[in-house]
């Protein structure tokens, strides 16, 4: 399909928007399920003696369970784009199947993993499961459809040559790969020990002293996402938006047709890279000059 | 039916093991500091090798595949469609390391401090100085900003190099022609993961970038491993078009 300058403006915004919002949930899902490298505390608590209600899922790494889910959405949509659906109706379809198997995974997982710790006495709350499973599976739902639109976008309007379960399952794995390495340190580094002063730096001697008090009763992994909701996630989602837009941009801002135009868009690519780098250094300088040194010099060198 | 020995399917086969083996060192480059990096308790990105390695160049992959499907003549562009996978890659990963630092600095609050230098070999400041107390460093100072680009670049031009030489080969295939992109893609996603988890085991989990001690001690063995595994998956993919 042949696109002008506005409408293919138009459908950029359209998948930076799709994919802000898959990326922030993304990350929200695997908080509220508990996934990734912060679940390993989670997993490590009740073997230093902290029992907790926190869920426990880690189905597989967090961008593999997250391609699991996104290409199952693509797949069911596709065939029923095939049994001529309406796009709208397949993607919801597809996504709310993607959903129900990551729904099933998160129960067994979290039934799996508690059971294995029967030795150092941390129970299998059922109202936690009942409460926090369909939480999973909304969150995964809205990523799916996302991701889905996304996949379908690239398709039937922008040409991608791959199809759409393909194009799900590599914008599942990314974002699952952005959601781990961005959101979940908010989760991890921050959420997980919230009682120690705010820049003091995290001793490794703290590993699976969570905190398991929530702001009102015991913590529950509804209040972790209800945190990690205000920072984390949407941290995320800016960063898989930004790799959707910026990845795209130049190519459609310039209109390329010839191989010169091309290379042109790989320049205003490495520009942008460049700026990220200096952005980079601004985040660095700042940090430092807020919360450093923790050591003075003579202290270093002994 | 295919022969190994044919020039041309030979060629395929070395450029794949190449590009293997440039993925299996943009993995090293990546600084990746995985469940303690999550937990602020070491430098680098709070993932595994695997993920991020395969999440950059998978985008990578995207970008240089509809550079191959927008050009009239691919097959005579291939600095472009590598220069192109290198672009959506290093982006990936440089939005995912700038979003990281801001979660670093402004919701966890730790300055950037590398532990296996004592100056930033980029920026020359003191490293030691900010590592807070019981951990291996935190965050991403610029070096590590820096060698995450570079693997990201290095993993963008492998990937779509093994698309490159696939699909040139797939599309003739009586076999699987018609949906040459597909397999093509699919294995490329197979190969990047073959040459992410490689490094994995050489590394330990935790690699702060080309400035690390780990890299030059681990990065020639794993580089030959990775290049004779992927003449393994080379054979393969060539297989793949037109049985033996």
Redo the contacts between chains.
């Keep these: 399909m042949v696109l002008d300058l506005t409408m293919s403006m138009a459908i950029l915004a359209l998948m930076g928007a799709l994919a802000t919002i898959a990326g922030c949930l993304e990350d929200l899902e695997s908080d509220v399920g508990s996934q990734?490298?912060?679940n390993?505390?989670v997993q490590l608590a009740p073997q230093m003696g902290f029992l907790h209600r926190i869920y426990n899922k880690a189905i597989s790494?967090?961008?593999v369970s997250n391609g699991l889910s996104a290409v199952t959405a693509g797949t069911v949509t596709v065939v029923l784009l095939d049994a001529k659906f309406y796009p709208l109706m397949a993607i919801v379809m597809g996504a709310f199947v993607g959903a129900i198997v990551l729904g099933i995974f998160a129960t067994t997982s979290y039934a799996g993993r508690v059971a294995s710790q029967t030795r150092f006495k941390q129970p299998l709350y059922m109202d936690i499961m009942r409460y926090t499973t369909p939480s999973i599976i909304g969150h995964n739902f809205i990523v799916n459809f996302c991701l889905v639109s996304l996949a379908y976008i690239q398709y039937e309007i922008?040409?991608?040559?791959?199809?759409i379960p393909?194009?799900a399952?590599?914008w599942g794995?990314?974002a699952?790969?952005?959601g781990?390495?961005?959101?979940?340190?908010?989760y991890?580094?921050?959420r997980?020990?919230q009682n120690r002063e705010?820049?003091?730096?995290?001793?490794?001697?703290l590993?699976g002293r969570i905190v398991r008090k929530a702001e009102s009763g015991l913590r529950n992994s509804i209040d972790n996402v209800w945190f990690c909701a205000k920072?984390?996630g949407p941290?995320?989602g800016?960063?898989l938006g930004?790799?959707v837009f910026?990845?795209?941009w130049p190519?459609t801002i310039m209109q390329?047709k010839t191989?010169a135009d091309?290379?042109k868009?790989?320049i205003v690519?490495?520009l942008?890279?460049f700026l990220?780098?200096i952005?980079?250094?601004l985040?660095?300088y700042?940090?430092?000059k807020?919360?450093?040194?923790?050591?003075?010099?003579k202290e270093?060198a002994s | 039916m295919v022969s190994l020995l044919d020039p041309v399917i030979l060629q395929s086969i070395l450029l794949i093991a190449i590009s293997g083996t440039l993925i299996c060192i943009a993995v090293h480059f990546i600084p990746v500091g995985g469940a303690p990096a999550a937990m602020a308790q070491a430098t680098g990105i709070g993932t595994g090798t695997v993920e991020l390695a395969a999440g950059s160049g998978l985008v990578g992959l995207i970008t240089a595949s509809y550079m191959y499907s927008s050009l009239p003549d691919p097959q005579s562009q291939m600095l472009l469609i590598l220069a192109s996978g290198a672009m959506g890659s290093m982006i990936m990963i440089a939005c995912t390391m700038l979003m990281g630092s801001m979660v670093y600095a402004f919701g966890v609050g730790v300055p950037f401090a590398s532990a296996q230098v004592k100056n930033d070999p980029i920026t020359g400041d003191r490293q030691d100085l900010y590592m807070s107390k019981g951990t291996q460093g935190q965050g991403l100072p610029t070096v590590c900003f820096v060698s995450g680009v570079i693997g990201g670049m290095l993993g963008g031009i492998g990937g779509a190099l093994i698309y490159y030489v696939l699909i040139g080969l797939y599309s003739q295939s009586a076999i699987i022609g018609t949906s040459a992109a597909a397999v093509a893609g699919v294995f490329t996603v197979g190969v990047f993961y073959v040459n992410s988890v490689i490094p994995s085991y050489g590394v330990g989990g935790t690699i702060e970038g080309f400035h690390d001690p780990k890299f030059r001690r681990v990065l020639p063995k794993d580089a030959f491993t990775s290049f004779c595994v992927s003449i393994m998956c080379g054979i393969v993919a060539v297989l793949i078009a037109g049985g033996m």
Excluded: M
């Design positions: 990734s490298n912060p390993s505390q790494g967090e961008p922008l040409a991608y040559p791959f199809s393909f194009l399952l590599i794995i990314t699952g790969a952005i781990s390495s961005v959101g979940d340190v908010h991890g580094a921050e997980e020990f705010f820049g003091c730096g995290l001793n490794t001697s590993s920072f984390g941290a995320t800016i960063a930004l790799v910026l990845s795209s190519a390329p191989p091309y290379w868009t790989i690519g490495l942008i890279v990220l780098i952005g980079n250094r985040v660095e700042n940090a430092r807020t919360y450093g040194p923790y050591k003075e010099e270093a």
